[in-house]
């Protein structure tokens, strides 16, 4: 059979709208594209976020030709707003173009190079949701796999994953009283109070670690008050940590800037994730999360793909034609390499 295009493929991929919730009619054409090479593929129904209406249901592509040591993954579904392929000089544009369908197409030619040679130890997980909630993961780890090793795809400039960051978002909500603007000691201001909360989080000292750094955090959302010449008795806002270690010291420091003065709830929790590495093999630690944390079924976890993570999630998008082709050198050799240890 022919080797794969990793640039032909990837484009058929992202010319298909995936973002999350629409990932149905890519999963269809990529599970057609593997069957008819001769992979025996399992479409897994993936639960959680509905369907988008017009889209087919939702599934993660599983395949596979023998008993799978070495493991492919990535995902499928990308961010809004979704734009369809395009070359420029030697940069590939367009939605998933490094997050992740181009890191996918490469994985796949990588297979088919090592199929080529005689390897049947090699297995594909490709799942949906990644970026919302991580569904199609927490589906794929339902499976029992006998899988050695999880070499999972996302944007590393093909540097091999020391450890990702995890994160802690939580929503902060302040109470005050309303009252007319002209007699402001009558009231208590909710959005005075959050202030306060916020800078006394400015001045706080977040936990750092060696190898990732300082614990950072944005202020993502804020809303408050009813009108402008009303004392505010509500506002609330929701922060998201990048994390570099245990969530206990997070609370810790999180509190005592808080003190009391506004609720805290928690939201979403994912733990930092340190990598195996190879030897040979440039490597660099990483600000983002990944699937890695719920695919613990499916080996031990490396993190390497082409491209920025700098270009993922905007209106430029792309990667480069010689890096999307060297891709398929580097997850052929770090296969071969994992196939001997």
Request: hydrophobic share 45%; proline share 6%.
């Amino acid at each position: 059979m022919d080797p794969v295009d990793p640039v032909a493929l990837a484009r058929t991929l992202i010319d298909i709208d995936s973002t999350t919730a629409r990932e149905g009619d890519v999963a269809g054409v990529l599970a057609a594209y593997l069957r008819a090479r001769g992979y025996s593929v399992l479409e897994q129904p993936v639960d959680g976020l509905p369907a988008a209406p017009g889209s087919r249901p939702r599934v993660n592509v599983i395949a596979a030709v023998g008993d799978p040591q070495v493991v492919f993954s990535t995902h499928f579904d990308c961010v809004p707003p979704f734009f369809p392929s395009r070359i420029e000089g030697d940069l590939l544009y367009g939605r998933g173009a490094c997050d992740a369908k181009g890191i996918l197409a490469a994985q796949v030619a990588a297979a088919e190079r090592l199929r080529a040679a005689g390897e049947t130890r090699i297995g594909l997980v490709f799942v949906a949701g990644e970026e919302r909630g991580s569904d199609g993961a927490k589906a794929a780890n339902r499976l029992a796999s006998d899988s050695a090793f999880l070499i999972n795809g996302e944007p590393t400039d093909l540097r091999l994953g020391t450890a990702t960051r995890g994160c802690f978002r939580v929503r902060l909500t302040s109470t005050g009283k309303a009252a007319h603007s002209g007699y402001p000691e009558l009231g208590e201001s909710a959005i005075d109070k959050l202030i306060e909360c916020l800078n006394a989080m400015r001045a706080a000292t977040w936990p750092s670690d060696p190898v990732l750094g300082v614990t950072h955090y944005t202020v993502g959302l804020i809303s408050g008050g009813v009108a402008p010449n009303v004392i505010p008795p509500h506002a609330e806002a929701e922060v998201f940590f990048r994390t570099v270690g245990d969530h206990g010291a997070i609370r810790s420091t999180l509190a005592a800037a808080l003190a009391g003065r506004v609720a805290c709830e928690e939201i979403l929790e994912l733990p930092v994730v340190r990598l195996h590495t190879v030897p040979g093999f440039e490597t660099a630690a990483f600000s983002y999360f990944s699937d890695v944390p719920f695919l613990t079924n499916w080996g031990t976890p490396l993190l390497l793909g082409p491209g920025s993570i700098h270009v993922a999630h905007t209106d430029r998008e792309h990667i480069r034609l010689e890096e999307l082709h060297r891709a398929v050198d580097v997850y052929e050799e770090l296969a071969r390499t994992l196939l001997i240890a």
